[in-house]
Every structure is written in C-alpha cells, then in structure tokens.
C-alpha cells in the first residue's frame, strides 16, 4: 500500500480514547445535526455504460473497511455546509485545525523539526541534504498544485502542512505523534493538514510520496474532498510522479527512464500485467474499489489512466476540469458524462497505450483518429506514413473479401543514437522492437464498428515490409505505422510512401 488519504477528518468514527495530538482535528467537525442521512445513489444516466460508482474518498485501508463501518454523509457533510455558505468555502475548509506538535517532547524523543512555508516535517532521521531538503521540494509543489487545481496562492498565504517522516515507528506510537486512530498504513497516510510516511529505501520515492500524500492533503483542505478512489490515486500519482533536478521541482513529469525514478516501478507493472495478458480494461480502473488499494499495482494503473487523459489532447481539458466534481455525489457519472461519445475510443486508446506503455512514452504523438475511411478509388491510392507518429488513418476503407496490395517505398530515420539509423519500409533487422524489425511498415484494418472485448484491431497487426496483399475478413479503415518505440519517435526523421491498389 502506498497511501493515502483520510478526506478531512471523518464524522461518526472517532476512536474511543482519542490520541489528544487529533482531537482537535476530530471536534473540527462542523455542523454534526445537519446531514446525518444515509447517502443516496445519484441517478446516471440510461444510455451510457455508466459503473457504480465508488464509494468517495475514505482512507484508502481498504483491508479495515469491511471491519468498520460505512461513514454514510461524510462527504454530504462539507457538500451541504458549502451549500449553506457558498461565499465561505475556502474560509472554511482552511479553518480545519492543524494538529498540534509538542516541541519539548519531539526534542525529548529526538525528533528533529524542519521547516519552510509550506510544510513542517519531523522526523527521527539523522541530518543529510535528501531529507533536510524535503520542506523545500514541498514548498516548490505548492504553487504548482494551486495551478493545477486552478487555486489562487496568494488567498492561501498561511496553506501549511505538518508531515511525520518516521525511520522507528515505535518513536512516533511512543509520543502519539502517529496516532493509534488512523488505520495501519504500510507507505504513507494523509489526514487535512497531517501526513505521515515511513523511510523509503530511495530519496525520489520519498519524495514520490511526500507529494502524493501532500496533493491528498491540498486537494482535502483547499477542494474538500479527492473524489473516488481512481481519480483520487490517479491525481495522486499523477502529480507526485515527479522531477527534482538542479533544486527545482516539476511535478506531472512522465519519467524518461527508469534511473530517474527507481523505486517508483509503474511502467514495469503495466508491462509485465500485459506480458501475462491479463492488462487491466480502463472501466476496471475507474471501477476500482477502495479496497484495491491494499496493493500497489491499482496505482500504477490509476496514473496510467490520470497521465493518459491528462497528455491526450482530445481528453485532457474535460480531465483537467474533474476536480471540479470532487464534492459532488456522481463523480465518476459525471466524468462518463464528460466523455460521452468518445468513450469507446478513449477505451481503445487505452489499449493501445498500456500495451506499449515506455519510459518516455510521447502520448501526444501516438493519438489517433478513428474517422471511419472512405472506399479504395478505382485507380488506387497513394498516402504517406510519417515516422514520428503512431497509428495513422489512411482514409481508406477496405471491403471484406477483397483483397489489397501494399507497396511501399521511402527511406527515412528511425534512431540518431550513436549514429543516424537509416531505414527502408522492411525495416532494420538488426534491431527489433516488440520481436519486429525496428522501422518496418505496419499494416491493421480497424472494423468501422469494433465489437465489444476482442481488444483493439490495432493491436493486432501485420508487417507489411515493401509490400504484400491483404484480404481483411470484415470491412474496416486502413491503418499505418512504422515499428518503432512510443518513446523514440522524436529521434526519427522522414516518412514512408505507400501505394495501395485493388487486386
Ligand atoms: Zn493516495
């Protein structure tokens, strides 16, 4: 388990003997007589393959959740005090308390305390620059959490997080600084204005989770709630996959390779989920439960599918605009609502991203429009396949049973490294991706209408090299590309012409 969040603090779940480092958080509740009625289902509409939708942001223990009971009205609570006071919002959720640190016994236990504006962490860790930077590396994320959720800093001057770095857990149980009231958590924990995370064995990974228990924090205090798990983990992951370099932060960085982040581990547990065929459907992540967060491969799926449609141009505005919802009962019906007509290719893009998914990945480049094509001209056609992209729409339509002949032609470059790879639609048999020659010509005929769970067509191509005949069983448009890397394309150079005639 990686994190994560309680949402501002639970009603109706306070432990019998509150540690007196939370009770104030606890009596923070604010108007307890208003909103103790059960959640209602929010009604979705009929005509679209809409999931039930997941329980709101809790405390992603999912192993305690069938032990304790449902908190029905946690998040009605804000969502009805904020009707109440539309003008107050922010007033109010800024006004949850911190917890409260005592100084005297944190030094008593050696604990040390590091500051800066935005984050005060202890911790029982010996001084070196990874650790005592953390503040700082916190201090950068603020401002561009606030740019991302749209929020303006300037109205949150005194925004300030208390973080609990532990080496010994048994130092933080022994001075309740980790509260017994929170639920075990193997990586990090994040309550309002508290986080709480053990020692990693890696300085990004420590930071990794810092800012992902931080963004819960932010999104908890500042929007009221994370919204249901997959959005939650998602954004989670999404913005603390991150850059630290030269002392600057970037947060919402896809990791070029595999040294700039260890420990972190995503890409490898989307590829090898697909190496043993069994890859995750983009509705089974949406539907995740948070119980599935017991494990750490749903937040590697979460931030696939948060990184996908926040890169991809056709979905990234309706993506970004989700935190929005965060307060709202119908979420994720709202997100499928957000997508409306386009979710089947979004689900086919999906496809295609994890089972090719790289460090580096250039999702931009590898969109796709799925235009159904027009048919083949009785004299042929003639279209040009770039290298620097992905799938391509040649807009040609192929008939079932009849058959085609490719030819192509051209000579482009596929890799600059060490030297200018050159390469002709046969590709290079000297390097192979996905065990077909680098920079050989791809051919897949994409059904007009794909049916339900055979997966994309697009996944199941064929390598045409400079030429061969195909004779597709159902009708469909013609797509191309050159074999090469989602992550290598901007290395390549040229493009290659095809020429397609009827047989
Ligand atoms: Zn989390």
């Given at each position: 388990m990686i994190g994560c969040s309680g949402s501002?603090?639970?009603?109706?779940?306070?432990?019998?003997?509150?540690?007196a480092a939370t009770r104030r958080s606890a009596t923070?509740?604010?108007?307890?007589?208003?909103?103790?009625r059960p959640r209602t289902q929010t009604a979705r509409p009929a005509d679209t393959d809409v999931p039930e939708e997941n329980?709101?942001?809790?405390?992603?223990?999912?192993?305690?959740e069938s032990k304790r009971p449902r908190r029905p009205g946690k998040r009605l609570l804000l969502a009805d005090l904020l009707r109440q006071q539309p003008d107050s919002e922010s007033k109010f959720l800024t006004t949850l308390p911190q917890m409260q640190v005592d100084e005297a016994k944190a030094a008593a236990a050696g604990i040390r305390k590091l500051t800066a504006e935005r984050l005060t962490l202890y911790t029982d860790?010996?001084?070196s620059p990874t650790i005592d930077e953390l503040p700082e590396v916190f201090d950068q994320a603020f401002p561009q959490w606030c740019e991302y959720f749209h929020v303006d800093a300037a109205e949150h001057a005194d925004w300030h997080m208390t973080g609990f770095l532990m080496n010994e857990k048994a130092v933080f149980v022994r001075t309740d600084f980790?509260?017994?009231g929170l639920p075990p958590f193997r990586h990090g924990y994040c309550r309002n204005y508290t986080l709480w995370l053990y020692e990693q064995p890696s300085d990004y990974y420590r930071r990794h989770l810092i800012l992902h228990e931080g963004t819960h924090g932010f999104m908890n205090t500042l929007l009221g709630a994370c919204g249901p798990p997959w959005y939650m983990e998602g954004i989670g992951e999404l913005l603390a996959t991150h850059r630290w370099k030269d002392g600057r932060l970037t947060l919402n960085h896809f990791p070029a390779n595999r040294e700039e982040v260890p420990q972190w581990g995503r890409i490898r547990i989307i590829k090898d989920a697909f190496s043993a065929r069994r890859p995750l459907r983009l509705k089974q992540v949406i539907d995740?439960?948070?119980?599935?967060?017991?494990?750490t491969e749903p937040y590697a799926w979460c931030w696939a599918a948060a990184v996908l449609m926040d890169r991809h141009p056709r979905y990234r505005e309706r993506f970004r605009g989700l935190?929005?919802?965060?307060?709202?009962?119908d979420f994720t019906a709202r997100f499928y609502r957000a997508i409306g007509d386009d979710w089947r290719t979004l689900s086919e893009e999906w496809q295609l991203f994890v089972s090719g998914v790289?460090?580096?990945?250039d999702i931009a480049a590898t969109t796709v429009d799925f235009t159904p094509g027009h048919p083949l001209p009785e004299s042929g056609a003639t279209v040009t396949v770039s290298t620097k992209k992905g799938w391509q729409n040649t807009g040609v339509r192929f008939a079932a049973g009849a058959t085609y002949r490719l030819t192509a032609s051209g000579r482009y470059q596929?890799?600059?490294?060490p030297q200018i790879w050159w390469c002709e639609?046969?590709?290079?048999?000297?390097r192979y991706y996905q065990a077909r020659p680098l920079g050989i010509l791809l051919a897949a005929v994409r059904p007009d209408r794909p049916k339900e769970n055979?997966?994309?067509?697009?996944?199941r191509s064929t390598a045409v090299g400079l030429g061969r005949t195909l004779t597709p069983k159902e009708s469909g448009t013609l797509f191309l590309k050159i074999n090469d890397s989602a992550a290598e394309l901007g290395d390549n150079a040229g493009e290659s012409t095809v020429e397609i005639t009827r047989e």
């Open positions: 501002p603090e639970p009603v109706g779940r306070r432990p019998a003997k509150k540690p923070a509740e604010v108007p307890k007589a208003k909103s103790r329980e709101p942001a809790r405390a992603d223990r999912p192993g305690d860790l010996p001084p980790l509260p017994h995740y439960p948070p119980a599935a967060h017991l494990e935190y929005k919802n965060v307060l709202k009962g790289e460090y580096g990945h596929v890799a600059d490294k639609p046969g590709g290079v048999s000297i055979t997966g994309s067509a697009l996944l």
